[in-house]
Structure formats: structure tokens, C-alpha cells
């Protein structure tokens, strides 16, 4: 028996050699029985055994393909995923869906025996795998006959929709070469081919398997709808739905397929055939396809490099980093510093990373290599060669050192690598050398500009060679300009002869240059001026995309030539193009850093160290460390001094995408949180809190705190007058009631929420809408007998009548709410229906009734209560003075006209309540006016319709015109009364004030 490792003949049945210590047995591939070396048959089963041992192909488990999933996942990527795991559960994110069949499967099976079956669909996944993971995109499932990948989740990508098209393309090609090897050795077979559909849209993700397989909580339409478009597409085709394409508009060529219908939707979707890949590949290409919106700004950018570039064609070498974040215009600062050197005899040859090829050795040099041998995409191996030698020569570079590593880079077959035996090191430099060379031999010719564009996606191979280049660039006449995001941080240290240009955001002049032009109108609303300064804040990629977002959604109108918002602010939605690149920017974070950006994005704009410390479980040191990994990115700025600091989000956006990727349910946790974190930080100083409790404790829906808030938030802000904003305060408090148990107190609640409501609207002259609360407050207040309550909904409901001119009206349910007010022993609303009653003899022209009734409010209305509002917009104790000077003066009777007048300004002005102001100086100085002291009275009427104009006071603004008008035509100047009067009676004042427009002699109803 010879030993198969020392050939030394042993002697027969040993189990190792004599002379080596080789194990001289082998076992039997069929039954595992141990058996001779050298034997040709199994002892024990007879199989025979010269046959080439071949395992039988079995089917994988479902765990097993996904373990090879997982071999198969790019370097790195696994442990990125897995380090975020706990934070991407729960997420909302913007996905993109690709689902790949094998079209006939069935039919293919039946013509292979299993084994083959097995082997051909092991290769196919094999290859759908690979070209998913050479797009970063990662494979969620195996189905029967293909996959389902996702790009963008776990970890959002940019250009997720671009790349699932792109690597759905690659399928294609590579599924197009497989089945041609097959049909070599099996013609019978049919032609293998990818069904490929392709949906992007919101999903939320859920838990995260350790073979990376994501869970969806709530997927809505999204991967259903891309398996849709799987279903309708033809063998070898790859179907996009219309957000896919929106998205990826201009990297390819489409062909519209129209509207189909589409199982489980009821309306048809928009289908397009993804054909070929277009020459543009970056956003900047397709903006530059598109139109460029005017350059504005970077003047002294332009400046830097163009007089780098003088200074370098005079031979003393220069290289620029262009340095910002994404969208600030690196890529169009080279664009116009290339359209500026279009007159010069220079070479600008331009090289660049793309998002996705940052696994793909030399790329922007092979980009150059191109540029500068002129090589078209279209060109066969053989004119590239050509090109490639002709070029060489004319350089005067030497053909046999350098034009196998050339074509090699430029995948040419047969590049003649083969035969030179160096190792892998040696060939980079020689790679490195053959560029360097190139470079400097063409610069001698004429001045070269090398732009190497976007350097944070760069492989390691060209940051190399791009290092070695710039060592020798001192002394040539070479311009080397490169662009890349704050995140990229170079290796080659400082040079004399290198400069830094950082672009910083657009000035609001600038940016609103951009909005112009893009609109095509400076006539632009202001609401849509400020929106858009508000959230693109001086980036020119965030202005176009949000202009763009604007227009497509319908959001902004222009009429007559003007432009402003057409629809609420709450139909906006981010962009999903501006949305990508910042959740790539934030997924990039390392885990704790992401989730204090989150929880921050929760609180506010701003937020405090003190507030975040108290929200997040970290220990100081480990919560001070992500918040300067924060910084460090720029997502966040620091203002004051530790621990006072406030964390700013640099971008609202960003806040935004932030916000957004939260899952409702982790929010609304959030926001409860804050609420009690601030309340038990600051509990002397509630007050100062009431809007921000308001708004957390609404989000986070803890409904007491909501109401309670939202009602002390209204109060507060009807103080000031902002009847608006008031208004949606206490309607969100009227929400948060809705949700609590329904008791009696419960009823009173939301009567009393009914009257605030009707004291917001009431100024601004809402009056049809505050009555229909009114009228459910009264069956409200009916079905739990409130005396108190009804009553007051009289006195409102009579103050309507009044507004539409029904005085006599109003006065009989005026009464009927004193009655009831009396019975009930309710002193405020006893002292607001006095007041109205008052009011409507005046009108009528009753004025000893009215005098007797506001003189009883002067009389009754005591201490503290006289500056109170008795649940009316303005505070009864001032305005029933004016009115009752105005009576008086009516009357002729001008004694105490004065005095009281005196004490209705002192009181409003203690209040500073808008409508009590108004209606005292506009009351008063009628009065004066009746009094012949126009001087004063005209000095009255100019504050009232100043504060009228001022204020939200819509109700009162024909009445002051009206009155101040008239003052004026007193004093002799007719042509100012009439402008001020116009204005009164201008259609929308006077229908905001109908019922001032009386007479005493009216026929009144
Ligand atoms: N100064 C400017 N005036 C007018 N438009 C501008 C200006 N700067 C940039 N833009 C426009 O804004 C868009 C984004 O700019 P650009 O692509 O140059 O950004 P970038 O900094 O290269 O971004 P990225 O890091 O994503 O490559 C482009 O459409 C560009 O034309
Ligand atoms: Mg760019």
C-alpha cells in the first residue's frame, strides 16, 4: 500500500504510514464506512469508488440561504446594521421595495432533474444577492423564486431608489450571461429571466432579525405595491411605480407605460419601464439637464479659483478642497469655474465618486483616464486601445511600462496584465506611477485641471493614487480641485500649496434671488417667502427641491401673477429627495448619538442640556460625548456656557427627518415626558411653560394635561389679544376634553371652552360661527339644568341678534338671560347681560334706558371685578363707561361726560385687553365730538383705529373709520375723510361689522 503523501509501500491493512504518520484509510462517500486507501469499491455498500465523489445538491433551508445572505453582505455593513438594531426598530423610513422573480421557474424546473433545479436556482440567488449587496441594498427574503430586497432600510441610503434600479439592471445583464452558459451545455433549457418590480414609499420597520432581516410593522401600500409591479412586468424588464420614477427621473430612460390596473388598489397606478441607464449620474447632472437656476453668490469663491488657476498655469502647481454640506453648490462652483476657463487652452478633466461606488477600485481615476483618452461609453476594446496608445504617444509616455495597467483599469480584455508576475503592491504603484505620469506629461502640453468630485465616497485605491498625484503637483502646470462633505476628512496633510474654499449657506437675498427666479415672479406672497426661507435656510439643493415639492403637490398657486400658499401648511410634506439625504447623514450616527438627535427633535427647534439630561437614561459623561459627536457632524450647534448649554438644530429639517423617523408611539412617549420633566424642572414658573405644555402634553395625549394646558395657553394668549391663536388653544383643549370620561363637570367644561371659543371669535368678527357653539352650549347647558351657564348663552345669543340688526329681538332674549342669571345668582354674567341689554337701547336709540343700565354696571362693578373680562371679549366695566358718555352725550347732558369717560380710559389701559381698548376710545370720542372737542375726540379716534388696525379687531374697524371719517370732515378735510372712510366701507370691513351700520330711527325688528 503506498502512502499517498511519501509514496513509501506499506504493508497491507496499516491506517497510517510507517515512515510518515499519513492517515492511510478514506470513508466511503455513500454509506461512511471506513475504507483502504486505494480501494475501487466500497466493502460495504459496493459503491464504486473511482467515480469523482460529488455531494448530492440539496435543497437549502430557509436558514441556511439566509445564512448565506449573510456571507455574502458587504464588509462591514452587517456589523453597522446590528450596532443600530434596538434604534431602528419601531422607525418610519422612506424604502425603496425591489422584488425579483424568476419568470417560468415552473416550466424550468419540469425540463431539470431536482439536482439541476437545485444548482441552477442556487447560482441565480447567488447572483441576485451579489448585485443587491453591490448597491448596498440588503435581501429581506427568499421567495419560491426570487427575492425581495430593500434599499434604505435598515440603513437609509441616498439614491436608495437609483441604486435598486441600478442593481436591478445588473441582474439583468448577469442573468443574461448565466443563461447563456447554460444554454451552452443544455440547449433544451429556456432563456433565464428576471421579473423586476420596484415601489419606494414609507414603511415603518420593525424588529431586526440577526440575519438582518426586517421586520414591517405597518408597510401600507409600499412593498405590496412593488410586488405589484413585479407581477406586471414582462421577462427580463424591470417595472417602477410612479414615485420610483419621480425619484430617478433622468438617470435613466423610461418608457411610460400609462395607468394599470392594479390588484387591491382602486385606482389604476402609473407604471414605467426602466430601459437603459442615461449619461447623467449625478443630481447635479440632471439639475444641470433640467435648467440651472441662475448662479447667485460665491463670487469671491470663484474668485479663489481662478486665481488659483493663474497661478498654477505659470507653473506653480495649486489644489482646492471645496468643502460644505450636501447641496450648498460644490458641484456648481466647479460648474462655473469650468464655464469661466471655457476660453483658455487647458485640459479640465473631471473624475467622480458616486454614492455607490465607494466598493469599486479607482473609479474617478478611471473617470479621468476616460476624460483624457477620450473614451466614449459606447467604445469597443479595441478603439479603446487604439485610443489609449495613440494617446500615449502623444504625451510621449512610454507604451510597454504603462498600457497594460491602463487598459486593465479600463477593462479591457486582454490588457496584458496577466503576463507581468508583480505582486499586488507593486502593481498599485505602477498603477499610481502610469497616472501620475499622464498628468504631469499632458500638463507640459497645455495647463491640466483635474476635478475629482464628492472625495467622502471615494475608495481607497484612488485616495492613493489622488495622494501621489498631489506630491508632485508643486511644480507643474497642474490645477487639482477637489469636492467632498464636511465628513471626509483628507489624508494628506497641510501644503503650502493647497487651500480650503468652505461654501457657507446663501444669505436670505440670495436665497430669495433663487426663489424668484425659480417661480419666475418677485411678486411672491410673504406667508410663502418666509415658509420657504424658513425650511430650505439658504441651501440652494433644499430651495429648488422644495420649490419643486411645492409646485408638484399643488401647495402654491399663482395668481395674477402672484404667488402664495394655495393650500395649509399641513399638507406639506418633506421632499423625499431632501428627506434621503438627510436620514442617510443621520443613520450614519453611532447609536446613542442618534437617539439623543431624536429625543431632541421631539422637544424643539432648541432644547437644553438640563431638559435632555432629564429626558435620556445616559450617565453625563456618555450623553456629553454623543451630544459632541452631534456637533462635531454639524447637526447640532451649542449656544451659552455648560451646563447652561442649548442645543440648536442647525437645519429645521434635519429636526424635521429626524422627528419624523420616530414611530408614533416612541414620540407620544417623548412628548408626555417632556411635559413632566419641564413641570418638575421649573414648578415656580408654570405660567412661562403653558404653550410648550400645551403643545407636548396634546402630542403626547395625555388629555388632562392637554386640556388644562391648552385652556391656560388660550387664556394666556387672549391676554394679548391674539384672538387666533387663542381660539386654536382652546379648540385643542375642546380635543383633549373629548377624549377624558364624560361626567358632569365634564359638560361645564366644555360649555365654558364654548364661551372662550365665542370670546376669540368674536373680535374678528366670526359671528356665524360663534353662535353655533352657542346653540350646542345651550342644549348642553339644558340637559344638566344650568341656570348660570343658560343664561349666558341668552346674553350671547342676544348679542347675536343685535349684530344682524334685530335689536328689538335681542332685547327679549337679553332679558330672558337676565332672569335667569339672577335666578342662578351669577354676578358675571348678571353684569355682561346688563351691559349687552344696554347696549342694544342704545342702539335703538333708548338712551335714558341705557344710561340707567351701564350706570348700574358703574355702580355694581366693584374692586378687582372691575377689570374682569364676565366672560366677555371685552371688560364690561370700561366699555359700558364710554358707552354711557356717549349716551349722555346723546342727551345733551355733558356734566359728567368727562369724569367717566376718565375712568373707562384709565381702566382699559390697566387692562391693555385690544377690543376694550378700541371700543372705549372710539365710544369716547364720539362722545367728545358730540361735545364739540373735536381736537381731543379726533386724538381718540386715531388711537382706536390705530389699535384696531393693529390688532386682530376686525369687528370695530368700519365703526372707527367710520367715526375718525367723520371727525375729519368736522375739522374741514373732506379729502382725508373720504380715504379713511372708503377703507371703512370696503366690502370685506363692512361685513365684518354689519351691525354698527344703524340708526337710532330705524325700523328695528
Ligand atoms: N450659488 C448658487 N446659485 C444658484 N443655484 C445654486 C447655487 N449653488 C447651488 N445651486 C443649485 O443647487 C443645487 C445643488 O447644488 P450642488 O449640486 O452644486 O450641491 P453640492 O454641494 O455639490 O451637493 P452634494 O454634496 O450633494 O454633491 C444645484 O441644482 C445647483 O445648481
Ligand atoms: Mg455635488
Not at 419601531?90 to 431539470?112: I, N, P
Not at 364661551?755 to 344638566?784: C, G, S, T, Y
Not at 375723510?977 to 361685513?991: F, S, T, Y
Request: with cysteine; net charge negative; glycine share 8%.
Amino acid at each position: 500500500m503506498k502512502c499517498p503523501k511519501c509514496q513509501f509501500e506499506n504493508r497491507e491493512g496499516v491506517r497510517f504510514c510507517e515512515q510518515c504518520g499519513a492517515k492511510m484509510e478514506s470513508e466511503c462517500p455513500n454509506c461512511g464506512a471506513t475504507i483502504p486507501l486505494g480501494s475501487k469499491f466500497c466493502g460495504e455498500c459496493g459503491h464504486n469508488l473511482t467515480l469523482p465523489s460529488e455531494q448530492p445538491p440539496k435543497d437549502l433551508s430557509f436558514d441556511e440561504k439566509l445564512d448565506k445572505i449573510q456571507r455574502y453582505l458587504p464588509k462591514g455593513l452587517t456589523e453597522k446594521i446590528l450596532s443600530q438594531r434596538n434604534k431602528i426598530e419601531g422607525e418610519r423610513k422612506q424604502v425603496t421595495v425591489m422584488f425579483c422573480d424568476m419568470a417560468g421557474f415552473t416550466a424550468l424546473v419540469e425540463k431539470l432533474v431536482p439536482e439541476e433545479g437545485y444548482s441552477v436556482m442556487d447560482k441565480v440567488y447567488e447572483i441576485l444577492i451579489h448585485k443587491v449587496h453591490d448597491y448596498e441594498g440588503t435581501v429581506n427574503e427568499m421567495t419560491g423564486d426570487g427575492i425581495m430586497a430593500l434599499f434604505g432600510a435598515p440603513i437609509a441610503l441616498e439614491d436608495a431608489p437609483q441604486r435598486s434600479i441600478r442593481s436591478a439592471m445588473a441582474i439583468h445583464r448577469e442573468m443574461a450571461r448565466f443563461s447563456d452558459r447554460i444554454k451552452e451545455e443544455r440547449e433544451s433549457i429556456p432563456p433565464l429571466k428576471m421579473r423586476i418590480g420596484i415601489h419606494t414609499g414609507p414603511v415603518v420597520v420593525g424588529t431586526l432579525g440577526n440575519d438582518l432581516r426586517v421586520e414591517f410593522k405597518a408597510v401600507g401600500d409600499t412593498v405590496n405595491l412593488a410586488s405589484r409591479m413585479e407581477g406586471l412586468a414582462d421577462p427580463g424588464t424591470t417595472y417602477v411605480s410612479e414615485n420610483t420614477f419621480r425619484l430617478t427621473e433622468g438617470f435613466f430612460l423610461f418608457e411610460a407605460l400609462g395607468e394599470k390596473q392594479v390588484k387591491g388598489k382602486k385606482k389604476p397606478a402609473s407604471v414605467y419601464r426602466a430601459i437603459a441607464t442615461s449619461t447623467r449620474r449625478t443630481r447635479f447632472d440632471i439639475s444641470a439637464e433640467r435648467g440651472l437656476t441662475p448662479f447667485v453668490g460665491r463670487e469671491r469663491e470663484l474668485e479663489l479659483l481662478l486665481d488659483g488657476f493663474e497661478r498654477s498655469k505659470s507653473g506653480r502647481g495649486q489644489a482646492f478642497s471645496i468643502v460644505s454640506e450636501a447641496g450648498l453648490g460644490k458641484s456648481r462652483l466647479l460648474y462655473e469655474f469650468r464655464k469661466a476657463v471655457t476660453g483658455e487652452d487647458v485640459m479640465f478633466l473631471e473624475g467622480r465618486c458616486l454614492s455607490y461606488s465607494r466598493g469599486i477600485a479607482y473609479h474617478p481615476v478611471i473617470d479621468i483616464l476616460k476624460a483624457n483618452f477620450d473614451i466614449g461609453e459606447t467604445d469597443r476594446d479595441s478603439e479603446i486601445r487604439e485610443k489609449v496608445i495613440r494617446g500615449l504617444k502623444i504625451l510621449g509616455v512610454d507604451e510597454t511600462t504603462t498600457l497594460p495597467y491602463l487598459l486593465e483599469l479600463l477593462s479591457v480584455k486582454e490588457s496584458g496584465i496577466d503576463t507581468i508576475h508583480i505582486s499586488p503592491e507593486a502593481k498599485k504603484d505602477r498603477i499610481m506611477e502610469t497616472v501620475k505620469r499622464i498628468a504631469l506629461k499632458g500638463s507640459e502640453i497645455r495647463p491640466l485641471i483635474l476635478a475629482y468630485e464628492d472625495l467622502h465616497w471615494m475608495d481607497k485605491s484612488s485616495e492613493d493614487v489622488l495622494k501621489y498625484v498631489l506630491e508632485s503637483i508643486p511644480g507643474a502646470s497642474v490645477l487639482m480641485i477637489f469636492t467632498y462633505r464636511p465628513e471626509f476628512v483628507h489624508t494628506w496633510g497641510s501644503k503650502s500649496f493647497h487651500s480650503q474654499i468652505t461654501l457657507n449657506r446663501l444669505s436670505n437675498r440670495e436665497s430669495l434671488i433663487m426663489i424668484s427666479h425659480l417661480l419666475g415672479t418677485e411678486n411672491i406672497d410673504s406667508d410663502l417667502e418666509e415658509l420657504i426661507l424658513e425650511k430650505t435656510e439658504g441651501v440652494p439643493f433644499f430651495i429648488e427641491e422644495f420649490i419643486r415639492s411645492l409646485n408638484d403637490m399643488k401647495i402654491i398657486e399663482g395668481e395674477g401673477g402672484k404667488y402664495s400658499l394655495a393650500k395649509g401648511i399641513e399638507s406639506l410634506t418633506i421632499p423625499s429627495t431632501i428627506q434621503d439625504v438627510i436620514m442617510a447623514k443621520v443613520d450614519s450616527l453611532p447609536d446613542g448619538a442618534k437617539e439623543v438627535l431624536q429625543t431632541g427633535s421631539v422637544i424643539e427647534r432648541e432644547f437644553s442640556y438640563e431638559i435632555i439630561k432629564r429626558l435620556m437614561a445616559f450617565p453625563e459623561q456618555e450623553l456629553l460625548s454623543h451630544l459632541s459627536i452631534l456637533k462635531d457632524s454639524e447637526l447640532l450647534y451649542e449656544r451659552g456656557i455648560f451646563p447652561q448649554s442649548v442645543y440648536v438644530f442647525k437645519h429645521a429639517l434635519t429636526r424635521e427627518v429626524a422627528y419624523n423617523s420616530l414611530l408614533l408611539k416612541a414620540r407620544k412617549k417623548i412628548h408626555e415626558k417632556i411635559v413632566i420633566v419641564v413641570e418638575d424642572l421649573y414648578p415656580e414658573s408654570l405660567g412661562e411653560y403653558y404653550e410648550l405644555f400645551a403643545y407636548h402634553s396634546l402630542q403626547g395625549e395625555d388629555w388632562q394635561r392637554a386640556y388644562r394646558y391648552n385652556r391656560e395657553a388660550g387664556l394666556k394668549t387672549f391676554s394679548l389679544s391674539a384672538y387666533e391663536e387663542a381660539q386654536k388653544y382652546f379648540e385643542a383643549a375642546l380635543e383633549a376634553l373629548h377624549n377624558l370620561p364624560r361626567t358632569r363637570k365634564w359638560i361645564e367644561k366644555e360649555i365654558d371652552l364654548g364661551f372662550n371659543i365665542r370670546a376669540a371669535l368674536f373680535p374678528q368678527a366670526r359671528h356665524e360661527e360663534w353662535v353655533k357653539r352657542m346653540r350646542d352650549a345651550e342644549l348642553l347647558a339644558k340637559q344638566i339644568d344650568d341656570d348660570a351657564r343658560l343664561s349666558n348663552v341668552f346674553n350671547y345669543l342676544s348679542n347675536f341678534h343685535w349684530i344682524r340688526g334685530e335689536c328689538l329681538k335681542a332685547i327679549e332674549v337679553g332679558q330672558k338671560g337676565l332672569d335667569l342669571a339672577r335666578r342662578a345668582g351669577d354676578f358675571s354674567c348678571q353684569v355682561a347681560t346688563i351691559f349687552h341689554l344696554g347696549f342694544y337701547f342704545h342702539t335703538i336709540g333708548d338712551f335714558p334706558k341705557q344710561i340707567e343700565l351701564h350706570q348700574e354696571i358703574r355702580k355694581i362693578v366693584t374692586g378687582e371685578a372691575v377689570f374682569q373680562r364676565h366672560g366677555m371679549a371685552s371688560v364690561p366695566s370700561a366699555t359700558a363707561r364710554s358707552c354711557l358718555a356717549l349716551g349722555m352725550a346723546e342727551l345733551g347732558d355733558f356734566k359728567l361726560i368727562e369724569r367717566i369717560g376718565q375712568e373707562a380710559v384709565e381702566i382699559a389701559e390697566q387692562v391693555r385687553n385690544a377690543f376694550t381698548l378700541v371700543g372705549v376710545y372710539v365710544f369716547l370720542g364720539m362722545a367728545y365730538l358730540r361735545l364739540g372737542k373735536v381736537k381731543l375726540a379726533l386724538q381718540l379716534l386715531e388711537k382706536s383705529h390705530q389699535t384696531c388696525l393693529n390688532s386682530g379687531v376686525r369687528s370695530l374697524f368700519s365703526y372707527t373709520a367710520g367715526s375718525l371719517g367723520y371727525a375729519y370732515l368736522l375739522l374741514n378735510e373732506p379729502s382725508r375723510a373720504l380715504i379713511i372712510v372708503e377703507e371703512g366701507v370696503r366690502e370685506e370691513n363692512l361685513e365684518a361689522a354689519a351691525f354698527w351700520i344703524s340708526h337710532p330711527l330705524s325700523d328695528w325688528k
